[in-house]
């Protein structure tokens, strides 16, 4: 019988964060807010000046920092206080006022940039020398200036920014196809009775131990964007174009410069990855082999993919045990490390259970000058202890870029935003597999890493490879149909899967359901995250100290103090090279033996 979800005033305190951290109470947020707003005021007083001196240039950016950091605190008050029980209104009117207060500074304060565009390198350098402590926006005014090369005169701007409202609305309409509109046949389930297919079960379905279930769940889904595919193929083209006339406005030679001109990362490390993937492949087509052997099927389809390869085991963890193996498993990060996540625990940094009208699902949330915080919707099993590592790791990325950085530069890159959390998980399944002899305890842990590995190394490059090809599609010219586009996801499917797996045709239709395609160019950094954490949680457990002063020191404490790719070398790792690819697939391949001994 599952246990009784209870109304948010029901919980434990000890299990519930403590937002007071932030500030006191509602009226203190108040009084916080209306601080915001006089300094929106006092910056905007200082528009006609401010770039006249050295000391009128770091008045204004001390300024702006604190402002910055005060709406940190409003917005992350507001919005967790709101996640914990959706149902509150008055919390909800807080979590609305707060990005009310978003629109407001984002709009009143739109000409700082544009203006701090207009300063010459050498007054700039001038500024430096006078005033030395403007030398912690050295990193933030490189950023800025380099995109000098890319924004248009001003009515060129405004015209491209009314092209963008209108482009904005493929994702979105595309969203409310997939979430509103789109209808799947029911199925029957385990039980013979009628199922409704939605997104929410799909997962579940697919991972049932009845393979009817499972191949009529993904024949029902894939069914029904075959039915719509045509649409969805023009909508997709409509995306691939958009970013195409963005780049070519911006004067970027492909769309792929364009996505990762933001961070700073040259196209060679997008194309490396797909490069160096599509070397190790038969790695991925051992592990289907395998999973064809335990699953004991005569032919391994698409839909037997999460089906469990071990059926009857349910590990029984609780959030106690959790939380201390947790703890033992990243002792190798030193004592600080360790004693900060502890504080977490102790200080009600967590908000762990789920309780009637809380968000779903799970999240680190980093409130600069207070300590992070992290959501959690806990059950007591191997999952949600690995997710309790997963966010711990997030928290401590942000607790030490916050304390070793100034606000202008604390936060951290989306490039490098997966690294520790996914470390922490790494560091948390190595510490498992050395402190058992059970061999079905062995199993379970080494199918979490395996399964991990697939999903977010090689599923996700497979992604980056065909949104790579289908935005070429439109560089070179070519026409974009839904037959194009299904075909050459098919091809990539049965690159990926091999000989093992038989790609179902109607995997073909598969590219038509992935959000992700809408995000330009953003999943590649899945990949290149795992495969970074990876290879530092391998050597900070084979080197030791010297590797955990690199992690801790100049990765977690870096923000974005530097760019992500100078910030995530300083650890050993260099992802323009094929090396932290091949350690990381070295890990796979000793799991995977080891694993295929054990079965």
């Known amino acids: 019988m599952a246990p009784k979800i209870l109304n948010r005033s029901e919980m434990t305190p000890e299990f519930t964060w403590d937002l007071t951290h932030i500030v006191a109470d509602d009226p203190a947020w108040y009084s916080l807010y209306?601080?915001?707003?006089?300094?929106?005021?006092?910056?905007?007083?200082?528009?006609?000046?401010?770039?006249?001196s050295a000391e009128n240039l770091y008045q204004f950016l001390s300024t702006k920092s604190k402002l910055d950091e005060a709406f940190g605190r409003v917005y992350g008050y507001a919005q967790m206080g709101w996640h914990q029980d959706t149902s509150d209104a008055a919390k909800q009117e807080l979590a609305q006022k707060s990005e009310s207060l978003a629109v407001l500074i984002q709009s009143k304060l739109s000409f700082v940039e544009p203006l701090l565009l207009t300063l010459s390198q050498d007054t700039l350098n001038e500024y430096f020398a006078e005033k030395p402590e403007l030398e912690v926006y050295r990193q933030y005014f490189d950023n800025l200036f380099r995109t000098q090369l890319h924004v248009l005169p001003k009515e060129q701007e405004e015209i491209l920014a009314m092209v963008g409202d209108v482009t904005s609305g493929i994702e979105n309409t595309f969203a409310i196809f997939n979430n509103a509109d789109i209808r799947f046949d029911p199925i029957i389930d385990e039980n013979g009775e009628a199922l409704e297919l939605t997104h929410g079960n799909y997962v579940s379905t697919m991972e049932s131990n009845h393979r009817q279930v499972r191949k009529a769940a993904f024949q029902s889904m894939y069914a029904a964007y075959k039915r719509n595919i045509?649409?969805?193929?023009?909508?997709?083209?409509?995306?691939?174009?958009?970013?195409?006339?963005?780049?070519?406005?911006r004067k970027f030679d492909s769309t792929c410069e364009a996505s990762l001109f933001a961070n700073n990362i040259p196209v060679?490390?997008?194309?490396?990855?797909?490069?160096?993937?599509?070397?190790?492949?038969?790695?991925?087509?051992?592990?289907?082999?395998?999973?064809?052997?335990?699953?004991?099927?005569?032919?391994?389809?698409m839909y037997d993919i999460y089906a469990p390869l071990l059926p009857d085991n349910n590990i029984t963890i609780s959030f106690a045990q959790a939380k201390e193996t947790v703890l033992k498993a990243i002792a190798p990060m030193g004592e600080k490390y360790v004693s900060v996540v502890k504080q977490a625990f102790a200080q009600r940094w967590l908000d762990v259970y789920e309780n009637k009208g809380k968000r779903s699902g799970a999240y680190s949330w980093g409130v600069y000058g207070v300590h992070p915080y992290v959501l959690l919707n806990h059950s007591d099993n191997l999952n949600n202890m690995f997710t309790l590592a997963h966010e711990m790791g997030h928290a401590m990325h942000s607790y030490l870029s916050n304390e070793a950085q100034a606000y202008?530069?604390?936060?951290?890159?989306?490039?490098?935003?997966?690294?520790?959390?996914?470390?922490?998980?790494?560091?948390?399944?190595?510490?498992?597999l050395k402190n058992t002899d059970d061999k079905n305890l062995k199993l379970a842990y080494m199918t979490h890493f395996l399964e991990g590995f697939r999903g977010t190394i090689f599923r996700q490059t497979m992604f980056a490879e065909y949104e790579r090809a289908t935005h070429q599609l439109v560089e070179q010219g070519e026409a974009v149909t839904a037959e194009k586009l299904s075909q050459m996801y098919y091809e990539l499917n049965q690159k990926y899967h091999g000989p093992s797996m038989i790609s179902d045709e109607e995997i073909r239709y598969e590219w038509a359901r992935i959000p992700h395609f809408y995000y330009d160019y953003y999943v590649f950094q899945y990949a290149t995250g795992l495969i970074s954490s990876v290879a530092i949680?391998?050597?900070?457990?084979?080197?030791?100290?010297?590797?955990?002063?690199?992690?801790?020191?100049?990765?977690l404490s870096a923000?974005?103090?530097?760019?992500?790719?100078d910030i995530l070398k300083a650890t050993g790792v260099d992802i323009t090279q094929k090396e932290p690819t091949i350690r990381a697939m070295k890990v796979f391949e000793e799991m995977l033996s080891e694993m295929e001994k054990l079965v």
Do not use: W
């Not at 970013?243 to 406005?249: D, Q």
């Not at 951290?412 to 948390?428: R, V």
């Not at 923000?559 to 790719?565: E, I, M």
């Open 537 to 555: 949680a391998d050597m900070i457990l084979s080197e030791g100290q010297s590797a955990v002063d690199r992690y801790t020191k100049e990765f």
């Open 559 to 565: 923000g974005s103090s530097k760019y992500p790719l």
């Open 230 to 249: 045509n649409t969805l193929a023009s909508v997709y083209a409509m995306n691939l174009k958009s970013h195409l006339l963005n780049a070519k406005a």
């Open 268 to 301: 060679s490390v997008y194309d490396q990855l797909i490069e160096n993937i599509n070397e190790h492949l038969p790695l991925l087509h051992r592990y289907m082999a395998l999973r064809k052997k335990m699953l004991n099927l005569p032919e391994l389809h």
């Open 34 to 52: 209306a601080e915001c707003e006089n300094m929106i005021v006092d910056l905007q007083k200082q528009e006609s000046f401010f770039l006249t």
């Open 408 to 432: 202008v530069n604390h936060d951290y890159s989306i490039f490098l935003a997966e690294i520790a959390s996914t470390c922490n998980e790494n560091l948390l399944i190595q510490y498992l």
